[in-house]
Nanobody
């Protein structure tokens, strides 16, 4: 059973920064592409950033390009999301999971990010 534990969210003013962490259990972490997803109130969950298993390639949704950076430490089974220049529209619950993942996959509890204007 894979477990995903996200942390690092909080309340921040627009223009501020946060670093999210996601620690996983399970032996598959180091062999899969991982990603950060978010779900804003009333909206579907979306993938915002992904990183390949070795960390050599990353990709981002256009709305976060140049502001967010995804990274991973396979020795610690942890994936990170550094978020700079936060905007109110970044407010959401953030989750990590493998890429791709669907609603039928296991999801952790997520971490709330709230950006005030």
């Amino acid at each position: 059973q894979v477990h995903l534990v996200e942390s690092g969210g909080g309340l921040v003013q627009a223009g501020g920064s946060l670093r999210l962490s996601c620690t996983t259990s399970g032996s598959i972490f180091s062999i899969v592409t991982m990603g950060w997803y978010r779900q804003a109130p009333g909206k579907q969950r979306e993938l915002v950033a992904g990183i390949t298993r070795g960390g050599s390639a990353t990709n981002y949704v256009d709305s976060v390009k140049g502001r967010f950076t995804i990274s991973r430490d396979n020795a610690k089974n942890t994936v990170y999301l550094r978020m700079n220049s936060l905007k109110p529209e970044d407010t959401a619950v953030y989750y990590c999971n493998k890429v791709p993942a669907t609603e039928s996959n296991y999801w952790g509890q997520g971490t709330q990010v709230t950006v005030s204007s």
